[in-house]
């Protein structure tokens, strides 16, 4: 540990950190464009430049390291007086056409104008214009707006080691460009560069002047796209006003930085995935008995009976629902003394590169592996009364498929906890609605073995409650009770929202 | 006339073949080196108080001195990309008295343990560098170069690499990405290029000029060094002259001969009998000198002092029709054109500021100009990774 | 990919790679080799260059593009280059410039129709004591003059002078 002073305060800090990110974990902004925790540091932007005590010289915070002792000004005059001069350089050329930019609302060099900008243009010369292009099937690039940080450069060139970027030309006359717009789409994490992209110069095609960013809700969750459980900020389409098309409710899903896992990116694949969360038309919204709607009242009854038959039971997992959910049939099990089973995991061979894409394609398999849940593939006989099977369709392979619809038409009860109406619904006496994916809070156990926490921002529709509650009326109150009861008794540590935070806990 | 130490083809003009160079005593600072310690080879140029011809002058010795002493891949490279304006010196070095670099180069590589060593030359001097490429083929033959050199066991390749049009390739650290293939945008430091530099690897660069004094310090004794110039700013230095005068061109000469002797015995007076106006002192990035000034020593020190450099020592003169906003603009412009474009207050404010000052040229200059000239500079001057 | 290298230029460009730890420094020679071979770096040529280092393209690309030595068009049979640096300036580049624009009835950039002459302002070519300097492809000329100039643009026409 070290002692420096930021700001005339004291703080006790630890060795081989940069200024920038001790400010950082401080909470202390320090306005940058280059600097991006994923990648390599270029110090090219000059927009973090910093005092310290016995330099002659601003340094740039990004890449100069703490020292023991080290006295640190990141507000004094001549700091604001460079990021001035840093802002209105850039905008000597910018269009500041944030009115028709995507984005517009979480733009760094929109915050940092307001915040530490200038009021007036000085230059008289009129600004360059260049042609807005889309460059791929994914990407548009808008070099007016470009404030060559070349963060996209270095992803491209440093993360996927794909290349498709470069600058050319030099000085005033430096811009970025593609030469490989077929890689880039093929480049399975390319439009991370759309996230990186400080202002907007680069953009998805895709959320082109779709949505007005501050119009949505910003909430933190889990990609189910694979086990690796990346951090997703999802955008929700909460307010509607006349002049916003009605999208959503899921608008976009992008990269949530987690430092504890040093990780900063998600894949396409799981990145355009919300749009499926946005089609109900198969959305199973009541219970079903024998294929056709029910009360409430009638799907508990038949709960009742099935558990209450003495019949043998079997419960099959799903990588696919969350811990608590997970749990809840756990519970049930082990009161009712009945089997408890997994099925096996999809999994799809890795594209190139994979970096941390997993084979599994489900977000929770890694649970029903801890806790050395049997397949249901193993399973000698299929004969019991009473089935009950988590929602797991698309996550699945098809020989547990198979063996779970054989289940399901065998059981005198066949009970399944569905999204949507499915062939196991179809196959089933009774079909419970399940919440889908941010509808629900609940925690993923991903492959590195780290627990996470997805909000469940959207909240259950009308008619569809959480398992527990199905199976356990009121003992539970919310799904933090389960995880905490789970922590205990499976892991044998306490947990709480609280404690597995933003950014999750290692087991 | 003052003793020629870089200049030899100026005692012989065929100095730059190997026979001839050792007539004069070549490669015998080699040897000695040799048969040295190569700390001791440090210490000597250490005391000689060589300073860096290239622009800085930062103590030679002293630099040497950072190179680690284990046992990774070390590197020594010239800088011979010559590309200030005003700055013609070094390559007469290469195409006239080549031995001198390479011996030089194979001195510094014995002293710092570096084992490879590269020239970079700016791309334009294609046909100086052929004269150099057939001297280091010399070398080789005659066993100056290569393996086990002299039979002291110590073996140092020498290489020449073409730049491609870039002046920000002088500055060290861009020179260095320009010789791992790369566009030639200077790098952050640290770390220095002692600790990480051409292939990550320990790197030392030196200006040819630099390099060139080193073979007879070791030769003569760096006490010998000492006996020319002033205190602190020892040895002979190559003036070149251009502008306006009657007798452009390269003059050696002990550092710290004044400015008018340069101009006046030297480069011949001014063109046409006409007045100084102005004067560069040191290339084009020292800050311009008046008539008032043309008794200034032409050293580090003496420039330093009144608030120029001597930089490359390149002088350029100006008399007194010249029109001096013309002379700003046309810097402005390059240094906008040279900017590599990687550092936001560079790349943008150098244009900027070339614009300004070219309306002013035109006539169109409008009030506070000067003002905003100032505060431009102020706000790129210190703020950039290179001071370009 | 419609340039290629020859296996006899391979081998050269293998030599040059033995000069360096790492093939990504034959970046600058194998180019200088490219523009030789093929006249100018064109698309194709960055690609060939990429092809036989065995680097990707935007490298090769970018620093193709960043040093001006590389020309990114066509150039005539003459490249002629006029140095309008400050000591050039100082003894008549301008003038100098603008009598060659006048006389091939080009631009800083253009190419005459005939394909014979470039015409470019660059920057110091490091030759300033023998102002105004020009660089016709490899070759120096000094102390320029305009009639010096309509004289070697004549014998250049001729073909009299081997540059
Ligand atoms: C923009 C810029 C251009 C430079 N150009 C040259 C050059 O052309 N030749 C040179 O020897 N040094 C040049 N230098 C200085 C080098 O960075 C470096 O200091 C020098 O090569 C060190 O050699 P020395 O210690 O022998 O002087 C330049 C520096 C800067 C900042
Ligand atoms: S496009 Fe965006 S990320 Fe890329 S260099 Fe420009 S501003 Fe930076
Ligand atoms: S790698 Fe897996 S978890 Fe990460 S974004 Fe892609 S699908 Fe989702
Ligand atoms: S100061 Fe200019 S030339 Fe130097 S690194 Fe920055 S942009 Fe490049
Ligand atoms: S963030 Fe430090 S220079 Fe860009
Ligand atoms: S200024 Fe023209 S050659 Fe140097």
Known sequence: MMNIKIDNKEHSVEEGQTILEVCRNLDIEIPHFCYHPGLSIAGNCRMCLVEVKGMPKLMTACSTMVQDKMEIFTDSDVVKEARKGVLEFILLDHPVDCPICDKSGECDLQNYNFDYGIDQRRSIFPKERHKVEKISEKIYKNDNRCVLCTRCIRFLDEVTKTHEFTTIERGSHTHITCVDPEGLDQNPFASNIADLCPVGALG??????????????????????????CNLTVDLHTKQTPLDPNVGPVVRFTSA??????????????????????????????????????????????????????????????PLASVEENYAAILLAEQMGYDLYRPSPFRKDLPEPALFIEKIKAPNHRMMKLLEVPKVTDMESSDYGVVLVLNSIGSIRDNSLVKILSLLKRAKYSITFEVERSEFSENSKLALPAPMFLEED????????????????????????????????????NSESLLTQFSNE?????LSYEKIGKEGVEL | MSEYVLFKHLIDPEVRELAHYVKLGGYEGLKKALGMEPVEVVEEVKKSNLRGRGGAGFPCGLKWSFMPKDDRQKYFV???????????????????????LIEGMVIGGFAMGATIGYVYIRG??????????????????????GKNILGSGFDFDLYLHMGAGAYICGEETGLIQSLEGHTGQPRLKPPFPAQVGVFGKPTTVNNVETIACVPDIIRKGANWFLTIGPERNNGTKIYAVSGHVNNPGVFELPMGTSLREIIFEHAGGILDGKKVKAIIPGGSSAPVLGPEHLDVAMDFDSLKEVGSMLGSGAIIVMHEDTCIVEVFARLAEFYAHESCGQCTPCREGTPWMAKIIRNIENGDGREGDIELLYDICEKIIGRTICPL | MSLRFTEQDMQNIEVICQRYPDKKAATLPTLHFAQKKFGYISEDAVKAVAAVLNLPVAHVLGVATFYTMYNKKPVGKYHIQVCTNI????????????????KLGIASGETTEDKLFTLQEVECLGSCGTAPTIQINEKYFESMTVEKIDELVESLKKGEIDV
């Open chain 2, 124 to 145: 334009e001097f294609q046909f100086v560098a052929d004269q150099l490429q057939k001297a280091v083929d010399e070398a080789y033959e005659a066993g100056y170069l």
């Open chain 1, 204 to 229: 998805l095609n895709e959320f082109r002047f779709k949505k007005r960013v501050w119009l949505t809700e910003h909430v933190r969750a889990v990609c189910p796209g694979c086990e690796a459980g």
């Open chain 1, 442 to 477: 609940g925690c993923f156990i991903n492959s590195s073995k780290r627990i996470q926490r997805s909000t469940g921002g959207l909240g259950y529709p009308e008619g569809v409650r959480p398992l527990w509650e199905w199976l356990f009326g009121n003992r539970f109150t």
């Open chain 3, 87 to 102: 000591s050039c300036a100082l003894m008549g580049s301008r003038e100098i410039f603008q009598h060659l624009r006048q």
């Open chain 2, 78 to 100: 010239c800088n011979a990309d010559e590309g200030e304006p005003g700055t013609f010196k070094d390559r007469y070095i290469m195409s006239d008295n080549p031995h001198q």
């Open chain 1, 257 to 318: 930085d987690n430092y504890s896992m040093q990780r900063f990116f998600i894949c396409d694949e799981g990145r355009y995935s919300y749009s499926g969360y946005n089609e109900t038309e198969r959305r199973l919204l009541h219970p079903e008995l024998d294929g056709e709607e029910t009360t409430n009242g009638k799907a508990k009854a038949f709960l009742k009976e099935a558990l209450s038959s003495e019949l043998t039971g079997a419960v099959v997992l799903s």
């Open chain 1, 490 to 494: 499976k892991l044998g540590i306490e």
